[in-house]
């Protein structure tokens, strides 16, 4: 199955920016929408954006949209997320995913995904 590694996370001042990459294994991941997510310590994992396969249906969560965006580079088999104007309430572990749909990513539990990487930190300070 499908690998991820997230890299990218770091310290950024609040209206800084950072962007998140997520690097693919395998020669499928064209077939596969991506998803970003974020987690604070003592909180649920938040669904961030996600898109699909081919790039041409994106989701962003309203505490981001318009903020962030998210981009996959196919021949490349890795995914993005470009984060600006952070805010400290942006601070968390961001996850990448991968799965078969763009609406799994949205609304389906974390558990039954098909793929995950190890998450990086982004902290921005109050």
């Known amino acids: 199955q499908v690998q991820l590694v997230e890299s990218g996370g770091g310290l950024v001042q609040p209206g800084g920016s950072l962007r998140l990459s997520c690097a693919a294994s395998g020669r499928t991941f064209s077939s596969y929408s991506m998803g970003w997510f974020r987690q604070a310590p003592g909180k649920e994992r938040e669904f961030v954006a996600c898109?699909?396969?081919?790039?041409?249906?994106?989701y962003y969560a309203d505490s981001v949209k318009g903020r962030f965006t998210i981009s996959r580079d196919n021949a490349k088999n890795t995914a993005s997320l470009q984060m600006n104007s952070l805010k400290p309430e942006d601070t968390g572990v961001y996850f990448c995913?991968?799965?078969?749909?763009?609406?799994?990513?949205?609304?389906?539990?974390?558990?039954?995904?098909?793929?995950w990487g190890q998450g990086t930190l982004v902290t921005v300070p109050s």
């Open positions: 898109i699909s396969g081919g790039g041409g249906v994106i």
């Open positions: 995913a991968a799965d078969k749909s763009t609406a799994r990513l949205r609304y389906a539990s974390p558990n039954v995904l098909d793929a």
